[in-house]
C-alpha cells in the first residue's frame, strides 16, 4: 500500500455480535484490531451473554442502551445484522470500519495477513476518480498511475466517502446462487481498487466496509427489512438498499465509492437451501429498486447527506411507496434515521 | 479462464509493422500466434524490407496495397501506428486482435504464458454487465458469479464487443508521466477483467485489444491525427479518440467494453522528454474532447455501428470544428472511413 497514516483515534471498528462467542473471531483480528477503539453493538434479539476476550479498548452496547437512546417512538429496528448501526450512530469518530462476525483476516497472494484497516483507510483517504475510468485501476496506488489520454483536469479527483472490501472463501452471493453452487468458494485474490464510476449501481455488501462517518455516516442506515428477514446474510437486503442510496448520495455530492482490497475470509454460514423461501422476496424487490435508484435525481437544494436523505426517502414513498408497503416503512425510516443522527448527534460524546 | 472455444477461422490477428525486424517479435508470439492467421501491415512511412520469420500464415500488405485499396481521394491516412486499421478494414474474420509490435507474451502470477488470443476471445464470447457493477469483476469467469443483490434481469448481459487488455513492464502512460516517472514499471499483475459500465468513459489503448469486427468493426478507425503526431505510442491519440467514439456506440447500441486481463509484456521505447513537446499538445486536446463524448447522444435512428459513426462524425464537426480544425479534419475521416468500410467490406474477400 501506499504511505497511509493512520491516526488512531480517527478510527472505530464497528462490530455486530450475532453470535454470543466473540472469541474466536476477536483472537483471530487482534493483530489488526488491537490498536482501535472498538464499538461492539450485541444484536437485541440474542439471549446469552457476550464472551470477548482481554485486551481489546472495547465499547459494548445492547438492547437497554438501544432503547435508552433510541426509544420506541421510531420504526428503525436494530435487530439482527441491523444492530451495528447503532454503532455507527453513537460513534464519534471520522472513519468506521465494520466486519461481520463470521469474517477472519485474510492472507494476500504472497501469504501476508491483510491488514484490512490500513487497506481501508488508504482507500478513504486517496482520492476517487467516478468521473473518467482509469484501466490500471486505482492510479494513486504504489506502482500505478493515470494511463495516457486520462484528462489532467479530473486527474485530482475527489473526496472517497467509502470503501467496499471483498471476501474470500465464501463470497456475498445470495441463496439462490449458493443453493445452486454449494461447493463454490472464492479462490481468486484481485489485487486491485478501483472507483466505481459516477452513475454505476453496485451491490453494497455491509460484510466489509469502510467509510467516512463526518461525511456520509447518515446516509448509512437499516431501513429495509425483509419481513421474513433472518440471522443470515444472504436473508438480509439492508445493506443492499442503503448501499443504493449513499452510492446516488455520493454520485449527488461529488463523492468517490470504491470496490476491491481488503479482502476477508468468510467461513461457512448456515443452509442455503433453507434460506430459499425467505431470500426470493428480496431478490424480487431488487426489480423495483434498480430502476428507481437509476432515474432518481435529488435536488440541488440537498447539499448534505442528510438532505439528501430526507429528499430520497420523500422519493422512495411518492414512486416505491405503491409498489409494497415495504418501500413505504423504508421510506419512515430513512425519515427516522436523519432525525436520530441529529439528535444523537448533538449529545455528548459515547452517549 | 472459462471453457472458451476457438474457431481458428473466426481470428484475424493485425499488427501493425513500426519496425522493419519483426524476428524477434515473431518469435517471442509464435506459441501463441502461429494457429491463426496475421494480418501484417507496413507503416507506409518506413522504407526498408520486413524481416518475418518462417512458419506463419501471413498476409503483408504495404503501401501500394493501401494505394490501390483506399486510394489517394481520402482524409484517412494510415501512417505509423494508424497503419493497423488498414489491416481492420481487410480482415473478413469476426475477431480482431491488435498487439503492439513492441510487446511480447506476458507471465501470469503463476509464471505461466499468457495466451493473449484464448484470453481476448474469452472476454468477447462472455456477456458484458454494463447496467450494473458486480464487485467481483467478471461473473462469468470460473469460479465467480453475480453477487448478492445482482438484480437477476440484468445477469443474462449483452454483447461484448470490445476487449482492452493490459501492460506490464512499461504501462501506456503519457510523456509528461513517464519524464516524471523514468524508473516506474507496472509489475502488479491484476487477474481480473470487467465491464466498463455504461456511461463510463475510458483511455482506450490501441496497444493490446481485440474487437467484434462484425459488430463494431467501423467504429475503430485513425480519425484523430495530431500535428505532430510520431511514431511512439505516446505521441499518439488516434486509438483513445476511437475509443472515446467507440465506447459511446457502444454504450448506444447496448454492446459491451470489458477491461483487465490478458496482459502483455511491454518492452521500452523511446525518451518520453523528447516526447514532451508533441504530447502536451494530445493532452490539452483531451480537455475538449472528454465534455463532448460525456454529453453527446446518438438518435434513435442510428441502428447500427456505421450509423453511429456518420451521427457522431456530424456532432464532431458542428460541436468540436470549431474549437480546432484537427475535429473538423477527424469528422471528415469518420465519413471517409465509413464509407471505406462499406466499399472494401463489399469487395471480394482478401481484397
Known amino acids: 500500500m501506499s504511505n497511509t497514516s493512520i491516526n488512531d483515534n480517527e478510527v472505530d471498528i464497528v462490530i455486530a455480535a450475532i453470535n ?23 444484536d437485541p434479539d440474542m439471549n446469552g451473554e457476550l464472551h470477548i476476550p ?11 442502551d438501544i432503547d435508552r437512546v433510541v426509544g420506541s417512538s421510531t420504526s428503525i429496528l436494530f435487530s439482527g445484522y441491523s444492530c451495528r448501526y447503532f454503532g455507527y450512530l453513537v460513534s464519534r469518530k471520522k472513519y468506521i470500519i465494520s466486519i461481520d462476525d463470521d469474517c477472519i483476516p485474510a ?13 481501508h483507510i488508504a482507500n478513504l483517504q486517496a482520492p476517487a476518480t467516478p468521473f473518467f475510468f482509469n484501466t490500471l485501476y486505482d492510479p494513486y496506488r504504489k506502482g500505478a498511475d493515470f494511463v495516457r489520454g486520462y484528462p489532467f483536469s479530473l486527474r485530482s479527483g475527489v473526496t472517497c ?12 452471493y445470495d441463496a439462490p446462487t449458493q443453493a445452486l453452487k454449494p461447493g463454490q468458494r472464492n479462490s481468486r485474490y484481485v489485487d486491485a481498487v478501483m472507483t466505481v464510476p459516477v452513475r454505476s449501481l453496485m451491490p453494497v455488501s455491509g460484510i466489509n466496509i469502510a467509510f467516512n462517518r463526518e461525511v456520509v455516516g447518515p ?13 443470515l446474510r444472504w436473508e438480509t437486503v439492508e445493506d443492499i438498499w442503503s448501499g443504493m442510496c449513499v452510492k446516488v448520495i455520493c454520485d449527488h455530492l461529488g463523492l468517490g465509492v470504491k470496490s476491491g482490497i481488503p479482502y476477508v475470509w468468510r467461513r461457512e454460514r448456515g443452509d442455503a437451501i433453507e434460506s ?17 435508484f437509476q432515474s432518481v435525481r435529488l435536488p440541488q437544494t440537498a447539499v448534505t447527506a442528510e438532505d439528501c436523505v430526507v429528499d430520497m426517502a420523500k422519493s422512495v414513498k411518492e414512486q416505491l ?27 455528548s460524546p459515547g452517549v
Chains 1, 2 share one sequence.
Open 54 to 64: 482481554e485486551g481489546f479498548n472495547v465499547d459494548v452496547f445492547t438492547k437497554s
Open 321 to 347: 411507496g405503491k409498489v409494497d408497503p415495504m418501500f413505504a416503512r423504508a421510506a419512515d425510516a430513512m425519515g427516522d434515521w436523519v432525525k436520530l443522527w441529529k439528535s444523537v448527534g448533538s449529545s
Open 20 to 42: 454470543s462467542d466473540l472469541e474466536p473471531f476477536m483472537n483471530e483480528w487482534r493483530p489488526v484490531f488491537s490498536q482501535f477503539h472498538l464499538i461492539i453493538v450485541k
Open 161 to 172: 466517502a467509502l470503501s467496499c472490501g471483498l471476501w474470500l472463501n465464501l463470497a456475498d
Open 219 to 231: 446516509a448509512l442506515f437499516p431501513a429495509l427489512r425483509l419481513a421474513g428477514e433472518g440471522k
Open 107 to 119: 492472507r494476500d497472494t504472497n501469504g501476508d495477513l491483510v491488514d484490512v484497516v490500513a487497506q
Open 276 to 292: 430459499l423461501k425467505k431470500e426470493w422476496e428480496g431478490v424480487k424487490l431488487m426489480e423495483e429498486v434498480v430502476p428507481f
